[in-house]
């Protein structure tokens, strides 16, 4: 069982609020919403350390490439749309202070929404013709127009 989202500072807010107006904690948890348990949690967090904010979103690893690193990454790609990972990874590791390795690069790249896309290559053997290329209809064409021929005269 996973955890539950936090609480907004509004729904916080709102907890306090309805309990500083004299409204108990199983009348505000029905009224609201909320379990008993958060609605007194969160009254008693705000009675002790005047704090209704939550502070989940400063807890974990802070990120290697923040806001201006991931401009930084963009400007490189916009300089060079064929840079391979690595060479964005030197680049980027030569213009700032705390360098990166490749497969972050791509983590990024692909948080950033850059996809890898690489043309398909096809020989002629395996090319499709398409049905435009003969100039008859293939029923009646005097010349038995097959692929190879196609190939031949396109």
């Not at 107006?21 to 009254?43: D, I, K, Q």
């Not at 890898?116 to 020989?123: D, F, L, Q």
Request: hydrophobic share 30%; charged share 30%; glycine share 6%.
């Amino acid at each position: 069982m996973g955890k539950a989202s936090d609480l907004s500072d509004f729904d916080r807010g709102t907890i306090v609020g309805a309990r500083r107006g004299g409204a108990s904690v199983s009348e505000t948890a029905a009224l609201l919403g909320f379990s008993c348990t958060t609605v007194s949690r969160v009254y008693r967090e705000w009675s002790q350390k005047q704090k209704t904010s939550s502070q989940r979103k400063l807890c974990g690893r802070k990120r290697l490439v923040n806001e201006t690193g991931e401009k930084i990454i963009d400007t490189i790609i916009k300089a060079d749309r064929m840079a391979t990972h690595a060479e964005i990874t030197a680049i980027y590791n030569s213009s700032v202070q705390k360098s990166i390795s490749k497969h972050t690069t791509r983590r990024i790249l692909k948080r950033m929404g850059y996809k890898k896309t690489v043309p398909a290559s096809t020989s002629a053997k395996n090319r499709k013709v398409p049905a435009q290329s003969c100039c008859h209809e293939m029923e009646k064409c005097p010349e038995k127009c097959t692929p190879e021929v196609l190939l031949q005269t396109s």
